[in-house]
């Protein structure tokens, strides 16, 4: 297994609508397997393929971020197929490291998916889940949470990024 590169806002994959995963093959198994210890390494509590550079529909969950066995979750063709609620709470990623901003999402999500092994499952998340699940189908669909965000809060992160862009300090 491996550390994987995580791309950064203004790489061009994060913005690419991802394509469903057709085969659960030996390489796609790698893939998952990469995107779990490359999460755990950053660390964070999910992470979708593209940004790691495949622009596939698949996304890794663990809230626990490795530390409790069975929090991890693999997701492949995930779509949320319920929601419930409303709940407005800081947001963070991967790709746009030490940013947090207040985002609205569902209280409660429900997704249907397939696991590793193939199987179609459906599951409730709450919370952080519903939030960690919305923020990374986000991903597949090539949207980033700085796009939920309007004026102020909005320029203020892109200002901040376009200077370390220009600074060489974000690629
Ligand atoms: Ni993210």
Redesign the pocket.
Known sequence: MSVLAIRKYGDDVLRLPATPVDAIDESLQKLIDDMIDTMYAAPGVGLAAN?VGVAKRLMVIDLSVGKRPGECHVFINPEIIESEGEITEEEG???IPDFVEIVTRPERVKLRYTDRNGTTREMWGDGLMARAMC?EID?LNGTL?VDHLRGFKKDRILKKIAKLSKSGMWF
Request: proline share 0%.
């Open positions: 940004q990623c991967l790709s923020h991903h949470f």
